[in-house]
């Protein structure tokens, strides 16, 4: 199944259902009814976790600190960051995700039925999203940016990866340029670190970029 299929279901979803529009919620949890695997979903963590904790490691992020994972769907990263030894958050809105995650990874991380936008847990050491920005327009991104400087402690890092390219298919997900991320992140943070990813997932090899930038 394509990359993207997922995502034009979420689109199709919202034209058939307008509801689901101001209830993204919804849409998502629609999504995940099916409980099988999505398309977007690898059935284990990214690759690109271990070289973002290469680079976060000579920085002080070390077992016992705290991660979270917003958007963190069937919670493969947010479980692989338990089982090295981090106090793992898996935080998502859909109650189906968290489901699924908690079917399938356990009580080694604490499951968090929350909005990004909105919650009021943390702060935690570190912010680690793979691709949760990009699903979301390009307008919300600043807010995005500010809701992750707000839930860092100071010093804390925000570990990013995101699409630089989606092979002209019809977002979401949506591209980020480089220098874009950086304008995203430089009001509230150091950016230390933003290159191509080299430990992608074959299905997204030369795709994604990986940022890591510390709050200031």
Sequence with gaps: ?????????ASALRLRD???????RASWDALYAGGGRLSWDMGKATPVLEEALDLARPL????????????????HDAAALAALGFAATGLDFAPLALAGAQARHGTSVRWLQEDWFTTAQGPWDAVFDHTCMVSMPPERWPAYAEACARRLRPGGLWLLVAFHDVEGRPAPPHPAAPEDLRRLAEPAFEVLHLACARRSHPRRAGRETLMVARRT
Excluded: E, I
């Design 18 to 24: 307008p509801g689901a529009m101001t209830d993204p």
């Design 1 to 9: 199944m394509p990359l993207t299929a997922a995502w034009k279901d």
């Design 60 to 75: 002080g992020l070390a077992p016992g600190a705290s991660v979270v994972v917003p958007g963190c769907g069937y919670g």
